[in-house]
């Protein structure tokens, strides 16, 4: 599961500074939150915590940093994009795929700068550019991995004049398959 995203979302309840339930998605993925939801989808947890890449990351909370690094979350923060390029981290973050590989995307449209995506609830500052969001888009579509897709966040209400919807279909038409060329295999 690749998770694109400005926050973890690794909280649990003995943690979360705020209580907010989607701040623990990917802890609940991974086992640790209640019964009645780390079992939603039936026995045992859905993920291991080696099954998820994160990208995008530049909000976490101090308890659910400590976790993150306790359960050895591979994330993919801004300045590590900032220091190594987005074409490098997506070919680290896609690494390891094979034959077998069901590749869920996670897309919380607050992974991209709010200069570009203002429409979400809880902007954070530092994001992805549009043309990094791009590339991370085509990396993944180019493995031809992709089986499903999650898009989260997006607020019409606190959108400016509909670009951050726009945007996002931009970006879901790329993670797709659209390109701009015929691309060789
Ligand atoms: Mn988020």
Same mark, same amino acid.
Request: net charge negative; charged share 20%.
């Given at each position: 599961m690749l998770w694109l995203d400005?926050?973890?979302?690794?909280?649990t309840a003995a943690l979360t500074?705020?209580?907010?339930?989607?701040?623990m998605p990917v802890a609940i993925l991974c086992g640790h939150g209640p019964a009645e939801l780390v079992e939603?989808? *039936?026995? *045992?947890? &859905?993920?291991? &915590?080696?099954d998820v890449r994160q990208i995008g990351i530049r909000s976490v909370d101090p308890g659910e940093k400590r976790f993150v690094h306790e359960q050895g979350l591979e994330v993919f923060d801004m300045r590590y994009i900032d220091e190594m390029g987005m074409r490098h981290t997506m070919e680290q973050a896609l690494a390891?795929? %094979? %034959?077998?590989t069901h590749l869920h995307v996670s897309f %919380?449209?607050?992974?991209? %700068?709010p200069e570009i995506a203002p429409g979400v609830g809880t902007t954070v500052p530092g994001g992805p550019t549009y043309r990094e969001a791009q590339l991370c888009m085509e990396m993944i579509a180019d493995t031809?991995?992709? &089986?499903s897709l999650d898009v989260m966040e997006l607020n019409p209400a606190l959108d400016v004049r509909n670009r951050t919807a726009l945007l996002a279909v931009d970006l879901i038409e790329s993670l797709f398959g659209k390109s701009t060329l015929m691309r060789q295999g």
């Open positions: 400005a926050h973890a979302d690794f909280n500074p705020s209580g907010n339930i989607h701040g939603l989808g *039936g026995p *045992g947890p &859905a993920l291991s &915590a080696a390891g795929m %094979d %034959d077998n %919380d449209v607050d992974f991209l %700068d031809g991995r992709l &089986a």
